[in-house]
């Protein structure tokens, strides 16, 4: 089959924090090198756009605004279409906040204003925002996750995500979230339909995470790649729910596929 569009992930697949995985660097000038149209899709919701196009062009791959998109983006956008108006309460990242506030988007740090909750990543998480997310959600307002990620890979080790914070707020709260965003939301899946040109059916979606990467290329009837330079060992890949179309050790590997 010839590929003309590819689903890029990045912590995991293409970079471990600023650096980029070895191999990597070549299975994505390969694909350039064959025509595929590439777009980095990122989980990672505390940062725009922007500033992927300067940490992965350190890392070696040269891209533009256009070529990436993040949690950060589908949450903003599902907002807009869903909560433009509300007064809304974020339990996350201030770059994350940036985002909503450049996008219109109006936060509050009072829980009886508030008409959704937003729950994120939060390195300063602790039981005093628990009990602003429990006293919030006592007032049965929409509550939104940014993304599922319950770890993410960091340059050491790895580390808790956003999906640690969503399941520690809807444990305490007695319910799930209304909505979680990123990969693999029907959101992120239109937000990558509008940008990739290419047919669906010659889409690749490269990633190292089952549950967001492959789960969305399958939901979105694109062929799968899972690399093994993340979080998923082969393991994890026999009991999983969903199934890769091809597994490789990196990115490197990529012309397997392409070949």
């Known amino acids: 089959m010839k590929f003309s569009g ?5 912590d995991g697949t293409v970079v471990r924090g600023d650096d980029p995985i070895p191999g990597a660097p070549a299975g ?12 980095f899709v990122s989980n990672n919701p505390t940062k725009a756009p922007p500033a992927y196009v300067d940490r992965l062009g350190a890392a070696g791959y040269e891209i533009d605004a256009d070529q ?4 950060g983006s589908v949450t903003t956008r599902y907002l807009r279409e869903r909560h433009a108006d509300d ?18 988007l109006s936060t509050t740090d009072d829980v009886d204003a508030a008409d959704a909750l937003v729950a994120s990543i939060d390195r300063e998480f602790g039981y005093e925002d628990l009990c602003t997310a429990l006293w919030a959600l006592e007032r049965d307002i929409p509550f939104i996750g940014t ?27 007695e319910r799930e979230p209304d909505a979680v965003l990123g990969k693999p939301s029907d959101t992120a899946i239109e937000m990558v339909r509008e940008r990739l ?11 190292d995470r089952l549950n967001t990467d492959i789960a969305l290329g399958e939901r979105a009837g694109m062929t799968t790649v899972l690399v093994l330079s993340g979080v998923t060992d082969e393991a994890m890949v026999a009991d999983a729910n969903v199934s890769p179309d091809y597994v490789i050790d990196d990115f490197g590997g990529i012309d397997r596929i392409l070949d």
């Open 147 to 173: 993304d599922p990620d319950v770890v993410i890979p960091a340059p050491d080790r790895d580390v808790p995500g956003s999906g640690a914070v969503i399941n520690a707020i809807a444990g305490v709260a």
């Open 197 to 207: 040109q290419a047919p669906t059916e010659e889409c690749l979606v490269v990633g």
């Open 28 to 39: 994505y000038r390969r694909l350039r090198e064959a025509g595929v149209e590439t777009l």
């Open 87 to 104: 007064e809304l309460l974020c339990i996350g990242d201030r770059g994350l906040l940036e985002q909503f506030e450049a996008s219109g």
């Open 6 to 10: 590819a689903v890029l992930d990045v």
């Open 68 to 71: 990436v998109f993040t949690a």
